[in-house]
């Protein structure tokens, strides 16, 4: 059974940081591109960040880049978002998502197609306020 088990959220000040990970099980992480997905209260989800299976290629949303880095350890099947410059508009709950094949290749947010991906965790809420 895959699982991804997000953590690392919190409440944090403007222009604080945090460091997200999701755990996982239950498929062979080092094959497969992974994501960051986020929602915000009455919003749909927007996709965060992109890394490919290898870890040497990521994407960014517009929103992000700049200030959010995408990671991952294949060793220990995590992978990881560090948030930086932290904005109010920010805040929403982030989960991580899975590539559903391990032939489906890492692109842009703005260019993936969300059926080739699956499996959000319970996610984390990740709050910015003053």
């Known amino acids: 059974e895959v699982q991804l088990v997000e953590s690392g959220g919190g409440l944090v000040q403007p222009g604080g940081s945090l460091r997200l990970s999701c755990q996982t099980s239950?498929?062979?992480?080092?094959?497969?591109?992974m994501a960051w997905v986020r929602q915000a209260r009455g919003k749909g989800l927007e996709w965060v960040s992109v890394?490919?299976?290898?870890?040497?290629?990521?994407y960014y949303s517009d929103s992000v880049n700049g200030r959010f880095t995408i990671s991952r350890d294949n060793a220990k099947s995590t992978l990881y978002l560090q948030l930086n410059s932290l904005k109010t508009e920010d805040t929403a709950i982030y989960y991580c998502?899975?590539?559903?094949?391990?032939?489906?290749?890492?692109?842009?947010?703005?260019?993936?197609?969300?059926?080739?991906?699956?499996?959000r965790g319970q996610g984390t809420q990740v709050t910015v306020s003053s």
């Open positions: 890394i490919n299976s290898g870890g040497g290629t990521t």
């Open positions: 998502a899975k590539a559903r094949r391990s032939t489906v290749v890492a692109l842009p947010p703005e260019n993936l197609d969300v059926n080739d991906w699956n499996t």
């Open positions: 239950g498929f062979t992480f080092s094959s497969h591109a």
